[in-house]
């Protein structure tokens, strides 16, 4: 039955593909190349929709593969990525979301321009939501590679070297030819069918149980090799001290990296008003929160029923967890129920990684033309000028994106945007929060703030296991590894926020008190917004 599921799947694979590009060309045509129309779809959703995009921007390849494999392999330290998720939205339903809407137009840099000196700041704003949203799409290329390695068997690696090329490839066109409204409508069709997905094994996982949890727990704990350990905390994350350090600072990347996100931030500029940027959060939550508790059944269920062993033998970093547990579920690798569960999960896990890329590029490429074009090229851009920018641009992310999941194809997807989650805590969330509440914040201190957590995020990725060192390592032949946490955030967030006041309190610039007076009344009356 292999080849039937292979069949399968790839046929499931082609339909979602068509069906995007279906929705991308009647986009194109209702467009009419405004800036507007381009980053924000014109403002014309309505929260349940945004909420619903949001949901499909958010809920990527990191959570449907990445999160339930890390669950299978470490047990109760994988759960700490689906609390941290979850967690994160609470920081930008009471933070940001209202606040990013009525200030800006379609980027973070719009946000702190608005009461600093654009030149410098847009420039900084703009490298750093770059730099966050190509770490973010290196995770998806590395689920999209996976997920067809497994399909093919595990051994073509043309296969996925060819699958990321295409992923790339198709993510270009949706964003050239559809901008933020072909997107978004992407991101709802698949926000529907990963829910449906989830909730259909979430519930074969518990009937094979008979609905009894503890259960569940008991026999994934049994068959993980690690008896009660595996329930416990510390098998990924205990034991010494440099191990509970990275715990600490995956989580606090997590919880506060949400906020960062450039592709989640241009979200709030689609709807009409702030109170509708605030109702989508409240339906994100909904989705997102019911989602991530699913993760949990389901990795655990991978762990009971196929078996920590399959899973590490298929993919050392526990991608394919979830399109095994489903081959399980449906009756086993020569069942034609578990051929058909295993290609729709496939080709649901495929549509994920597809959404999740498009959303991404667009807010890349929105901040490489809105902000840094416009800044380094020519101030007095016309928009239609802008648009043409943003569409190279994505084609340049495009390929950079691919080139790098190429390199990192062997590592968790969840771990990948963990770090990218970090970055952005350490770059994007310090400047937007003094931009939004510190009255005497300058110029100097929103270009420090940026690059004072940018800066030492990837060096310190770059000196970390991650990259040297060690078997898992992306060199695992050389070792420059001076860094001993695999995830940064713990010192580039405080760094962050440190640069940011050092920057504020040294610089000769006074703060503009009026413009200050001025964003504040904006964002909390949403008067004189876009």
């Not at 008979?210 to 990924?236: E, I, M």
């Not at 009971?304 to 979830?322: E, F, I």
């Not at 569409?391 to 950079?400: D, E, F, W």
């Amino acid at each position: 039955m292999k080849g039937d599921h292979q069949t399968l799947a790839l046929l499931l694979f082609g339909v979602f593909v068509a069906v995007t590009l279906a929705i991308t060309t009647w986009a194109s045509r209702k467009r009419h190349g405004s800036a507007e129309e381009f980053y924000a779809g014109g403002r014309l959703f309505s929260p349940m929709e945004n909420g619903f995009a949001i949901a499909g921007d958010y809920m990527s390849a990191a959570s449907f593969l990445g999160i339930s494999g890390l669950i299978a392999l470490f047990g109760y330290d994988g759960l700490l990525y689906s609390v941290g998720f979850l967690v994160a939205w609470l920081v930008v339903l009471f933070l940001v979301a209202e606040l990013v809407r009525n200030c800006g137009r379609y980027t973070l840099g719009d946000v702190v321009a608005a009461r600093m000196r654009e030149r410098p700041v847009r420039i900084a704003a703009g490298t750093s939501s770059v730099t966050v949203s190509v770490l973010y799409l290196v995770a998806q290329m590395v689920g999209a590679g996976s997920l067809v390695g497994l399909l093919l068997g595990g051994t073509s690696g043309a296969a996925q070297t060819w699958t990321v090329v295409g992923v790339g490839a198709l993510m270009v066109v949706y964003v050239s030819l559809g901008g933020m409204r072909a997107t978004t409508w992407i991101q709802i069709v698949k926000a529907v069918l990963l829910m449906a997905g989830a909730i259909a094994l979430t519930v074969l996982v518990l009937v094979r149980f008979h609905g009894d949890f503890d259960q569940l727990l008991r026999t994934a704990a049994d068959r993980s090799g690690h008896g009660d350990r595996f329930l416990a905390p510390g098998l990924k994350y205990g034991g010494d001290w440099t191990a509970r350090l990275d715990f600490m600072s995956l989580g606090l990347a997590l919880v506060l990296g949400t906020a960062g996100l450039p592709h989640i931030l241009s979200r709030f500029y689609t709807v009409p008003t702030a109170r509708a940027a605030r109702r989508s959060v409240v339906w994100s939550i909904g989705l997102i929160g019911s989602f991530y508790l699913m993760t949990i059944v389901l990795g655990f269920g991978a762990a009971a029923l196929v078996g920590p062993d399959a899973v590490r033998g298929s993919n050392a970093a526990g991608n394919t967890a979830v399109p095994l547990l489903a081959l399980d579920l449906g009756g086993g690798a020569h069942s034609t129920g578990g051929t058909v569960l295993f290609a729709i999960v496939a080709a649901i896990a495929f549509a994920t990684i597809l959404a999740v890329v498009a959303g991404i590029t667009l807010a890349s490429s929105a901040s490489v033309a809105h902000d840094l074009y416009a800044s380094l090229r020519r101030r007095d851009a016309k928009p239609r000028s802008e648009v043409a920018v943003a569409r190279l641009a994505a084609a340049g992310i495009g390929v950079i994106a691919i080139g790098l999941g190429l390199l990192a194809r062997d590592l968790n997807v969840a771990f990948l945007v963990g770090l990218a989650f970090a970055v952005a805590a350490s770059a994007n969330l310090p400047v937007l929060l003094y931009s939004l509440f510190w009255r005497s914040f300058t110029t100097r201190g929103a270009v420090w703030s940026v690059y004072g957590g940018l800066l030492p995020a990837l060096v310190l990725v770059v000196l970390s296991p991650v990259v040297s060192g060690g078997p898992h390592s992306l060199f695992p032949g050389v070792d420059f590894q001076y860094f001993p946490l695999e995830n940064p955030g713990l010192v580039s967030i405080p760094l962050g926020f440190l640069a940011g006041w050092l920057g504020t309190v040294t610089s000769r610039e006074a703060a503009d008190e009026s413009k200050h007076a001025e964003t504040e009344v904006r964002s909390l009356t949403g008067a004189g917004a876009a």
